[in-house]
């Protein structure tokens, strides 16, 4: 009992000193091919993040290490498959839309010029009738010109009802879409989750290259064993909202978390006591 009680108290010293184990190892582990991303991309970004933990709070608390323990996995499932689709929505719409900008100035151009044309048409209808009627071959061309302005109005017309056609469709694919936007508008996602007991980080979404490295931020944060923040421009705030991502950076708030989790004997107890109960759960399972 007395060594037993000697060796607790060694670990309780250790863990006094440094409660989070800093630094933290990690590695890439598995990439869905479906992300489209490279493992080196996920491991560039990673290792970003890592950097930008690291230089902000002064000091080596993130390290990459191809053997680290720690895994970060891409997982592909429903919910990155629902933002691909919206993505590729978005992009045939795109499409669509520059077709229609195409036709509508094609349309466009060709009322202008119809009605050029039968401007001048009219003037010269005017002049000859002002000289008591135009020769036989005059009045020939002036009615084939008169037929051929018809076709042309009448081809304009079927050119601007295809066009209302288009645009009313592309209206009503955008309001489709945002209806399935805003369905999942109030929905909390989950982008990512880090498993202590099983030393792993699960990514399940991302929208391009700056989120996944917002949530490898936020993920590794959890690793740093720090929990969620209450400020929206967090980086462990739990959703993604008003951080920013093209330069992503620790808000005061997270700072004073990772210094009251990792440099006070309050955070070493409560990590001792996150630790127990991360085996205490392990065993459980393996028992089970």
Request: hydrophobic letters at 35%.
């Amino acid at each position: 009992m007395i060594v037993t009680g000697a060796i607790g108290y060694s670990v309780y010293l250790i863990l006094l000193k440094n409660p989070c184990n800093l630094p933290v190892q990690f590695a890439i582990g598995d990439v869905d091919a479906r992300f489209k991303i490279s493992k080196a991309d996920v491991q560039k970004t990673a290792e970003d993040a890592a950097t930008r933990w690291n230089t902000q709070l002064g000091e080596t608390v993130l390290i990459y290490s191809v053997n680290a323990k720690l895994k970060i996995d891409l997982i592909y499932d429903e919910r990155q498959a629902k933002i691909d689709k919206i993505t590729t929505e978005l992009g045939s719409l795109d499409v669509t839309g520059n077709s229609i900008e195409s036709l509508r100035r094609k349309v466009q151009d060709l009322i202008a010029q119809y009605q050029k044309d039968i401007t001048s048409y009219s003037a010269e209808v005017s002049y000859w009738n002002s000289q008591g009627g135009a020769s036989g071959d005059i009045y020939n061309k002036l009615q084939s010109e008169k037929l051929n302005l018809e076709k042309r109005r009448d081809s304009i017309n079927t050119s601007a009802d295809f066009l209302n056609q288009q645009i009313n469709a592309q209206n009503s694919n955008i309001d489709q879409l945002n209806t399935e936007i805003n369905a999942d508008k109030n929905k909390i996602i989950t982008q990512g989750l880090y498993y202590p007991a099983k030393v792993k980080i699960d990514i399940f979404t991302f929208g391009n290259k700056e989120e996944l490295r917002l949530v490898e931020m936020h993920e590794l944060g959890h690793s740093l064993s720090l929990d969620h923040d209450s400020e929206n421009t967090s980086l462990m705030f739990p959703v993604l909202e008003k951080q920013d991502l093209a330069n992503p950076k620790l808000s005061s708030e997270d700072i004073q978390m990772f210094e009251k989790t990792c440099k006070s004997p309050v955070g070493a107890m409560k990590n001792l006591l996150r630790k127990i109960a991360s085996i205490t759960k392990s065993l459980n399972s393996s028992v089970n």
